[in-house]
């Protein structure tokens, strides 16, 4: 949400909000038996730079505010109220991608949205697109589905930095997603809805409703397109997103607000708290409270008896905004273990516990210290097959035990 000049990020005139009900879901297999309710998806913002990854520190960690490199004295180090588990990371760090994807199916999470800026050479666009590819990549070793979810404000912002004249905004925007079909959607792993390659969009400075019937007819390729907060006429229906403003009432009321849309994609979050204020880019969006926990359970808890076929957890990762479930050093892996908790409820052979959402942080300590890698890698094989006993005796144990 926030605004800037140098670095990516959604951009709305207000908080983010969006609903579906999706009731066709097809995603390929993972090795896991069929099992009922809607399939949980976590959105991934892939927008984190850092060393040694990177030549510097990136503007999501940073706002031209923080210095994660040389904190002064008693001041916060990153842009974010909170601090990952594993300290601030490079997206496309493939360390990193493993331990984020490896996490997710132990907490028994079927598959990723990547938020997705396009390919063209603008800002941090190029980073974005090559550490989304990275963890598409790493989605397909963990046997988790993907999807993507466009930022079509880039349009806009290239018209206005004169990289785009008006007239092609529409050729644009369909080419962009011409590429998405040919170098994602056939992939197995890409999730589908009713046959059709999911497709989402953010906010409401990108392309206007006529745009999107225009592109989507260009792109020749029929998506179950949805769009944020509201159905557009082109769309099979539209996503939630939280409000922070509004609060969790909001979420309540897109469910009414959905009813008989042939799409749904509901939300779930556990907080809203972003850093905007703070570091000077703008005001808060305003603020939802984390209620120790008592936001994810009641939002997932509305999500999951949408009746829905997927539901969409927002966010896996973004520190600014504060809606993260990754583990961090002030919830650690609560919010995770609540999602094991649900898996757990569907289906009784779901085999990890709330202790097992230590192993891939411990197998990404052993990478980053030079362990053995064929031993690492067979760890992380265990991982995705679900055999616990074999990734328990594979990982090594955490440092100083």
């Known amino acids: 949400m926030a605004d800037r000049s140098v670095a990516s990020c959604r951009r709305p005139t207000r908080a983010c909000v969006a609903a579906l009900a999706l009731l066709l879901v097809t995603v390929p ?76 199916r132990v907490a028994g999470v079927d598959g990723l949205i990547v938020d997705w800026y396009g390919r063209e050479d603008f800002r941090d666009w190029p980073a974005l697109h090559r550490a989304t590819e990275r963890i598409v990549a790493g989605a397909e070793r963990a046997g988790l589905s993907f999807a993507v979810c466009y930022e079509d404000q880039t349009v806009t912002a290239l018209v206005d930095a004169g990289r785009l004249p008006a007239a092609r905004r529409v050729e644009h ?9 040919e170098g994602w959607c056939r992939r197995p792993a890409y999730a589908r809805v009713g046959g059709k390659p999911l497709l989402l969009s953010f906010g409401h400075e990108g392309l206007d409703d006529a745009e999107w019937s225009l592109v989507l007819e260009k792109v020749g390729t029929p998506l179950a397109y ?43 979050y556990p907080r809203f708290h972003d850093i905007y204020a703070e570091a000077g880019v703008h005001e808060s969006w305003g603020r939802i409270d984390d209620a120790g926990g008592g936001t994810f359970r009641e939002t997932l808890r509305v999500a999951l008896g949408s009746g829905a076929g997927m539901v969409q957890v927002a966010t896996w990762n973004d520190w600014g905004e504060g809606t993260q479930i990754e583990p961090s050093r002030e919830f650690g892996s609560r919010d995770l273990a609540l999602l094991q908790e649900v898996r757990r409820e569907r289906e009784e052979a779901f085999p990890w516990e709330p ?47």
Do not use: K
């Not at 730079?49 to 994660?68: I, K, L, Q, V, Y």
């Not at 907060?229 to 959905?258: I, K, N, Q, Y």
């Not at 031993?375 to 035990?401: E, F, H, K, Q, S």
């Open 173 to 181: 925007a369909a080419g962009e997603l011409r590429w998405v079909v």
């Open 226 to 268: 949805l769009g944020e907060h509201r159905r557009r006429p082109a769309a099979d229906g539209a996503f939630d997103w939280p409000l922070p403003r509004e609060g969790v009432a909001a979420t309540h009321a897109f469910g009414e607000r959905s009813r008989g849309w042939p799409l749904v994609l509901p939300v779930a």
């Open 29 to 104: 297999s993972t090795g896991r038996a069929a099992e009922p309710g809607p399939r949980l998806f976590v959105h991934v913002m892939p927008w984190y730079e850092a060393p040694p990854t990177a030549s510097g520190w990136g503007w999501h960690w940073t706002m031209n505010r923080f210095d994660p490199g040389a904190p002064a004295a008693g001041e916060r180090s990153i842009a974010s109220h909170y601090t990952p588990a594993i300290g601030p990371y490079d997206s496309s760090d493939p360390h990193v991608i493993e331990y984020q994807t490896l996490s997710m």
């Open 355 to 401: 202790a097992d959402l230590l192993l891939p942080q411990r197998l990404l300590e052993a990478r980053r210290a030079g362990g053995d890698a064929g031993r690492l890698d067979r760890a992380a094989a265990a991982i995705v097959a679900g055999d616990r006993t074999l990734a328990r005796r594979l990982v090594p144990p955490a440092a100083g035990n």
